[in-house]
């Protein structure tokens, strides 16, 4: 689905490095899995978790066999957006990401035409888009945690995309990212393979990837591009 810093057009860089000596029945774990545009593209013993209650509920809702509507108004979108305790769960989360401009949570409500200047449904799109997912991730465990709460097995590939440092933000609550480096220093010394998405990471963190692209979520900062990198901490191999 599309979800404002998903790393859907970077998976397939990354995933041959994050999942290259991964062994069998060797758990694979996202603690911010977003529009779960990465593990949809994981086989094997899998666990995503968010904080975002209504996106979650909206996962849970795609695994159950849920479909969300083909057409969601600006009326409809506005009233969701500000009656949130009136809808379910499930389709706050769906128009909030997936209605909205560049999946920016009830971020505006997404508009434009096609290249044949016929009006696009933005509803419609993140419907198929989804319902495209679902069989993908039917065995995902699920959870809607605060990342520091999860417990799983070490040995674990343990593949983080957090909020950004200095960007758009798009998370519910403001984002510690001093304690996320420590927690993934601690993932680190309990031998787990840890990967984390980032711009920028501190110097005991390795850079393995690197790419410059386009991103909305530089936008606050005045910035058209940025360099989006992948990390490991110093002294665990590629």
């Known amino acids: 689905m599309k979800y404002m810093g998903s790393k859907s057009r970077h998976a397939k860089y990354i ?25 949809d593209k994981v086989g094997g013993k899998r666990l995503a978790n968010d904080t975002h209650p209504y996106l979650i509920a909206l996962y849970r809702a795609i695994q159950d066999g849920w479909e969300p509507p083909d057409n969601i108004t600006e009326e409809e979108y506005l009233d969701i957006r500000d009656n949130k305790n009136k ?5 706050v989360g769906f128009v909030g990401f997936g209605c909205s401009y560049s999946g920016k949570w009830f971020g505006g409500y997404a508009r ?25 991730i039917k065995d995902v465990y699920i959870f809607n945690l605060d990342y520091r709460r ?13 909020p950004y440092a200095n960007t758009t933000t798009y998370a519910i609550d403001e984002f510690d990212h001093s304690s996320f480096w420590d927690w ?14 980032e711009y920028e ?11 410059k692209i386009n991103n909305s979520l530089t936008q606050d900062t005045g910035a058209k591009q940025g360099i989006e990198r992948l990390f490991i901490p110093v002294g665990q191999a590629n």
Do not use: M
């Open 15 to 39: 995933l041959p490095i994050i999942l290259e000596d991964r062994k069998p029945n060797q758990w694979y774990i996202e603690p911010f899995a977003g529009g779960f545009n990465v593990i």
């Open 184 to 197: 993934c220093r601690e993932l680190h010394q309990k031998n787990n393979r840890v990967y984390v998405s």
């Open 112 to 136: 434009g035409n096609t290249s044949k200047g016929e009006p696009r449904n933005y509803c419609q799109e993140s419907k198929r888009n989804i319902l495209r997912q679902a069989e993908k």
């Open 150 to 162: 999860l417990i799983f097995p070490n040995h674990s590939i343990v593949y983080c995309d957090p």
């Open 87 to 91: 809808y379910p769960d499930a389709l």
């Open 201 to 211: 990471a501190p110097d005991d963190f390795v850079c393995v990837w690197s790419r």
